[in-house]
């Protein structure tokens, strides 16, 4: 092969290398789109604006344990939470919402001295929330106050209040059943008696996560 034959294919086979390359990288970022959408991963972008819902998992259950790992504490068969998305933008990236509505309901306690639980509030709502590509969810204290909740427990001298705060809480998104899991989030007794226990830990999985403003769309995390 000529000299000039040797150059005219070796540059052919960079530049067809190139294109390749060029035309993957392409369709990789158009795969990935915006950090959430809808239906599947990379597709349809959640608009801003959008409300987001999740109940519990499909036969899971929301519990707060006095201790680290213990089986010591509050369990609730029912919880839900609503988000508002306000920005979505292309992936890899990070998304946030307003988080407005959370509520665990249909408890039962086996705490030392308590015969029920009364109710659990989330106060201070709405909280602020980032999803980052890559799989975290943060939430963080709004500007109405920090992230708080009130319980409310039946025991055999009357209901005691116990106030929890955490400075900030972190769930791992799942594409596999669109699901959120919060695990062991450490809660710190505020205010209330002695009979109070002196943290909470909260566990909880929620999904699948839906876009309610676009049919119920589950959501994806790019």
Request: proline content about 4%; some cysteine; charged content about 5%.
């Amino acid at each position: 092969m000529g000299k000039r034959a040797l150059l005219t294919s070796t540059g052919l086979a960079v530049a067809a290398t190139l294109t390749a390359a060029l035309t993957a990288t392409a369709h990789a970022t158009a795969a990935a789109g915006e950090v959430l959408t809808t239906g599947s991963a990379g597709g349809p972008a959640v608009a801003a604006g959008d409300v987001l819902t999740a109940s519990l998992a499909s036969g899971g259950q929301a519990k707060i344990a006095t201790t680290l790992g213990g089986s010591t504490g509050i369990t609730c068969n029912a919880s839900a939470f609503t988000a508002t998305v306000d920005t979505n933008p292309a992936a890899p990236g990070t998304a946030t919402e307003t988080l407005t509505a959370h509520t665990l309901s249909s408890c039962t306690t086996n705490i030392l001295g308590a015969t029920g639980v009364q109710s659990i509030t989330v106060n201070n709502l709405p909280y602020a929330t980032s999803v980052t590509s890559g799989g975290t969810l943060q939430v963080t204290a709004g500007a109405t106050g920090p992230i708080q909740t009130t319980l409310k427990i039946n025991t055999i001298l009357g209901v005691t209040t116990c106030v929890y705060r955490a400075a900030s809480l972190t769930a791992t998104p799942s594409n596999t059943d669109n699901s959120l899991t919060f695990a062991n989030q450490q809660f710190t007794k505020a205010s209330g008696p002695g009979t109070c226990p002196a943290n909470g830990y909260f566990s909880a999985k929620y999904g699948p996560v839906k876009d309610t403003t676009q049919g119920g769309a589950v959501v994806f995390v790019n």
